[in-house]
């Protein structure tokens, strides 16, 4: 787990899609048309349309109950779209019989971990701040996961696992609580606080997909933690938790042929890597494998099927670097780019669902570490607001010709200020998309050099073997 401290909660900040806000509220039946139109529009993802039916709201007649209900779904749709300071607003100004505690505090919690996400540390602080009174056990754990997460972004890493240390109880935020304080524990060198921890996580009954990978990742952390510690008994077991349909089932394959390894059971460990092998070769557990095998073969005295598998290597080596170059051209020309922001910045799709919307092809595999990313999300959340932006005001501009009551004067004048405001944005989005572009380009020539690397030991091992044969 090589990742800056800062970076070390960024699962449990992303188990929760802020953008894709489902609010606690129970809003019960509606008298009016238009604010169960604006609940719709919101449970469709529609957040702009939803604002818009509910600003009209604010100029109709409505009962008073109506009244709270419009503010705080305006609020939830304002904080789903990205407004935050406009969410934030309209909360302060919602009388305070108008919310519980617990529905006040979460919608603080959802702001917080927002303006956390967009990379505002000081507006994280002043939401998370106003958070008080009583809490349920899983918002009280949700809470000091955000506060960690914010002491690590200072540098105060010391206090950060204080705080994470007063953790109790058990609830699914509180399982993303101890995985990271495992995490953080392991890397500066504290494993059997570490072990305690993680051990929590790895023995988790929670049934939601988010729970099951930390189960698994943590096994395998674990797993390589005690191979570290010379415990290759309990690594193995550790390994053998981790389903073999689980995401984190390659690093845990290779994890088990390391072990059986140090155990000196080579048949074992090529069992292992076999399996591993037959798997995906953009994974680099899987590219580990594949030069193993012939390495063990050698450990066997199999020394001809030893060359045969130096040469499969090589060549499934060859073949992701040729389809690493071509995705590396993809960028450069701008065609892999606008693959992963076109698909993923749809104009009918205001929620950011990034494992929904990510394209699947032959290339954007690459991109799955990057997209794992704090840095590339952001960076993708902004494009993506800054293309709804555009696409917007065009709609208005095409609104405003179709007015019957206003003159040509009117109309060109808020044209063309709409125009402007297209032209900055535009600019902006540009800017933006140029950037991921550089995101994209570095995590391919990263996994270029490294192909390239591996070719470089394959080749050296297989000569190894020449000279062998050479020399009997």
Known sequence: MRRTLASALVLLLQSASVLAVETPVKWGELKSPYLREALYDFAQNKYFSAIGHLLAERWRPALKPEKSKTELMLAYSYLAYGMHADAATVLQQLP??????????????????????????????KAAQKISGDMSTPLRHRKIGLDASVLLQQKQTDQALALLRTLKGDSEWAIFGY??????????????????WLNKVGNN????????????????????????????????????????????????????????????????????????????????SVLDGLV????????????????????????????????????????????????????????????????????????????????ESHTFQTALRNYRDLRLMEQQLQRWASAIYSMENASDTFKKVYVDQIAAKQTKLVTAAAEMKQYIGKLAMAELENRLARLRGYTTDALFKLGQMYDRESNR
């Open 292 to 371: 193993a095998i012939p390495y063990v073969y050698a450990q066997l005295g199999a020394y001809d099927q030893s060359v045969k598998q130096y040469r499969i290597a090589l060549e499934t080596i060859q073949t992701e670097i040729k389809h690493v170059e071509a995705a590396i051209e993809q960028v450069r020309i701008g065609g892999m780019l606008n693959v992963i922001v076109d698909n993923i910045t749809q104009a009918h799709s205001e929620a950011f669902n990034e494992y929904q919307n990510f394209p699947v092809g032959p290339e954007s595999r690459y991109f799955a570490g990057l997209y």
């Open 96 to 125: 305070q019989d108008a919310l519980t505690d617990e529905l006040r505090n979460q919608f603080l919690i959802e702001l917080a971990m927002a303006r956390y996400q967009r990379g505002d540390l000081l507006g994280t602080i």
């Open 179 to 196: 995985y990271n304080l495992g995490v953080i524990l392991l890397r500066d060198g504290h494993r059997a606080e570490a072990e305690t």
């Open 205 to 284: 009954s929670y049934s939601d997909p988010e729970s099951r990978a930390l189960r698994d990742r943590a096994n395998y952390i674990l797993g390589f933690s005690a191979l570290k510690a010379q415990a290759a008994l309990q690594a193995k077991n550790y390994f053998q938790q981790v389903p073999l349909d689980s995401p984190f089932s390659n690093r845990a394959l290779w994890g088990v042929g390391l072990t059986f390894q140090t155990l000196k059971e080579p048949k074992q460990a090529l069992a292992a890597w076999l399996e591993l092998a037959k798997r995906n070769a953009a994974d680099r």
